[in-house]
Nanobody, 124 residues
Framework: QVQLVESGGGLVQAGGSLRLSCEAS????????MGWFRQAPGKARQVVAA????????FYADSVKGRFTISRDNAKNTVYLQMNSLKPEDTAIYYC?????????????????WGQGTQVTVSS
């Protein structure tokens, strides 16, 4: 069993920044693929970013490339999502997820554990 706890969401003005954190427990974190997903009201959940076991490989959705950065600290069992130049369309509930896989990390179906989500609201 893996437990994931997100933090760092909130309300920010357009152009601002937030950093989300997700602390994991229950599995060897250094052998866990991690992803961030988001779901806006009335829309399907979509991948935002993902990172491989070592952090050497990352994936970003086109909509966030150049603005968001995913990183991980295996010593702290934590994955981060640094979000800069936020836009109102980034408003959503953000979820972190974990998988024992080290590939296909851009697909929600690859993940078997999900956090409870944290709300990010970007005002215009």
């Amino acid at each position: 069993q893996v437990q994931l706890v997100e933090s760092g969401g909130g309300l920010v003005q357009a152009g601002g920044s937030l950093r989300l954190s997700c602390e994991a427990s229950g599995r060897t974190f250094s052998r866990t693929g991690m992803g961030w997903f988001r779901q806006a009201p009335g829309k399907a959940r979509q991948v935002v970013a993902a990172i491989s076991w070592s952090g050497g490989t990352t994936f970003y959705a086109d909509s966030v490339k150049g603005r968001f950065t995913i990183s991980r600290d295996n010593a702290k069992n934590t994955v981060y999502l640094q979000m800069n130049s936020l836009k109102p369309e980034d408003t959503a509930i953000y979820y972190c997820a974990s998988t024992p896989l080290n590939y296909r990390l851009e697909y929600a179906g690859s993940y078997n554990y999900w956090g409870q989500g944290t709300q990010v609201t970007v005002s215009s």
